[in-house]
């Protein structure tokens, strides 16, 4: 069973920055891709950032340029930088592991942006 617990949310005020971490626990043979999605209220849920094994990254629109997608290999953890944030980023994040052709998720951690 492959367990994914995230952490660092919070309250911020637009243009601050926040960061985001993954751990993941359990069996888990290899390197795995790993994302990073967002839910807000009334939105469906969106992939923000993903990052393959060999470390390709890739991010929606939105957040190009202001957020980063990083992981540690070893750890099978992953991370999501968050700069110059909006209003707009306001969401649940999800933290994604594909491992053995299902899809595990974290219970999410709050992100508000508000002044």
């Known amino acids: 069973q492959v367990q994914l617990v995230e952490s660092g949310g919070g309250l911020v005020q637009p243009g601050g920055s926040l960061s985001l971490s993954c751990a993941a626990s359990g069996r888990i043979n290899g390197i795995s891709p790993m994302g990073w999605y967002r839910q807000a209220p009334g939105k469906q849920r969106e992939l923000v950032a993903n990052i393959t094994d060999n470390l390709n990254r890739a991010y929606v629109d939105s957040v190009k340029g202001r957020f980063t997608i990083s992981r540690d290999t070893y750890k099978n953890a992953a991370y999501l930088q968050m700069n110059s944030l909006k209003p707009e980023d306001t969401a649940v994040y999800y933290c994604?592991?594909?491992?053995?052709?299902?899809?595990?998720w974290g219970k999410g951690t709050l992100v508000t942006v508000s002044s």
């Open positions: 994604n592991l594909r491992y053995g052709g299902m899809d595990y």
